[in-house]
Every structure is written in C-alpha cells, then in structure tokens.
Nanobody, 123 residues
Framework: QATLVESGGGLVQAGGSLRLSCAAS????????MGWFRQAPGKEREFVAA????????RYTESVKGRFTISVDNAKNTVDLQMNSLKPEDSAVYYC????????????????WGKGTLVTVSS
C-alpha cells in the first residue's frame, strides 16, 4: 500500500507562483513514476507533469512547459511542483499520482492518488 498527501495549494494572482508538495509513503512507490494531474470544474482530469524517482526522466503537458517544474526529494520522499507565471486557466484541483509508466496520455497505470489540493488563480 501507499499514501500520497498533497499540500501547498491556495489563492494566487495571475503571474504569481505556488509550490505544491506531495508526501509519499509506502515502499511500493519506488517501482512507480510520480506525477501531477489537475481537474478544473466541469472538465476532465488532465496530466500535468511526471518524473522518475531518480529525477532523470521528466515529462510535461504542453501548456505548462517553461512555467512548471517537477522535482523529487528522495530523502524526504516528496514530489514537488513549482508553478510560476500562473494563469487563471491553471485553476484546478491538483492531484499527486503514482503510475507504472509514461504513455501517450502522459502517465499511465495509475494505481495511487492523493486527495488533491485546490489552486485558484485570480485575474
């Protein structure tokens, strides 16, 4: 079993920054890639970014490239998402997830999810 707990969401003005963190527990997670997804009201959940625990492999959805950075801290077992130059369309509930591998949709084989943290970007 594994547990993922997100933190760091909040309200920020457009152009601002937020840093989300996902605390991961459970030894089984070492076999997974870690990622962030988001879901805005009335929309489907979408892939945002993914990373390997070594940090050597990352992937981003096109709309966040150059603005968001995903990173891991193996000592703390955390996966962070640094979000800069935020836009109102980035507003969503952000979820941390563990997946078996990268795929066309971003990260697939999703076995574990956190409960999410709300990010609201005001214009």
């Amino acid at each position: 079993q594994a547990t993922l707990v997100e933190s760091g969401g909040g309200l920020v003005q457009a152009g601002g920054s937020l840093r989300l963190s996902c605390a991961a527990s459970g030894s089984t997670l070492s076999n997974y890639l870690m990622g962030w997804f988001r879901q805005a009201p009335g929309k489907e959940r979408e892939f945002v970014a993914a990373i390997s625990w070594s940090g050597g492999s990352t992937r981003y959805t096109e709309s966040v490239k150059g603005r968001f950075t995903i990173s891991v801290d193996n000592a703390k077992n955390t996966v962070d998402l640094q979000m800069n130059s935020l836009k109102p369309e980035d507003s969503a509930v952000y979820y941390c997830a563990a997946g078996e591998g990268l795929c066309a949709k971003g990260l697939c084989g999703l076995d574990y999810w956190g409960k999410g943290t709300l990010v609201t970007v005001s214009s």
